[in-house]
């Protein structure tokens, strides 16, 4: 199982960012996929969600700014990230729990590799 994640980089405080996570090894469909994030100095948390069927839960921080989608026929959960703010900057991880969307670190199966997201002031 691999999961690819991309689309990191540096924004300006306010600007927006689109990060994508390409999965391969597992049956897609049947998954719960979350991002995660770790920043500097910082335990990593829970994000944003999407369970098998779709439903999408957030952490309070990112709520009316963040949205996590995903395609089932790419193989791929975005997390499309607007209104950047520099406490967002983070190493993001996308992450994947065969039928739950994991809310925790603990309840991962696989993770991804991470992206580095800075935000400036």
């Known amino acids: 199982v691999q999961l690819q994640a991309s689309g990191g980089g540096l924004v300006q405080n306010g600007g927006s960012l689109s990060l994508s996570c390409i999965a391969s090894?597992?049956?897609?469909?049947?998954?719960?996929l979350s991002w995660f994030r770790q920043g500097p100095g910082k335990e990593r948390e829970f994000v944003a969600g999407?369970?098998?069927?779709?439903?999408?839960i957030y952490t309070d921080s990112v709520k009316g700014r963040f949205t996590i989608s995903r395609d089932n026929d790419e193989n791929t959960v975005y997390l499309q990230m607007s209104s950047l703010k520099p406490e967002d900057t983070a190493i993001y991880y996308c992450?994947?729990?065969?039928?739950?969307?994991?809310?925790?670190?603990?309840?991962?199966?696989?993770w991804g590799q991470g992206t580095q997201v800075t935000v400036s002031s």
């Open positions: 090894g597992l049956a897609f469909s049947s998954y719960g």
């Open positions: 992450s994947a729990q065969f039928r739950r969307t994991p809310q925790a670190v603990g309840q991962v199966t696989y």
């Open positions: 999407i369970s098998w069927s779709g439903g999408t």
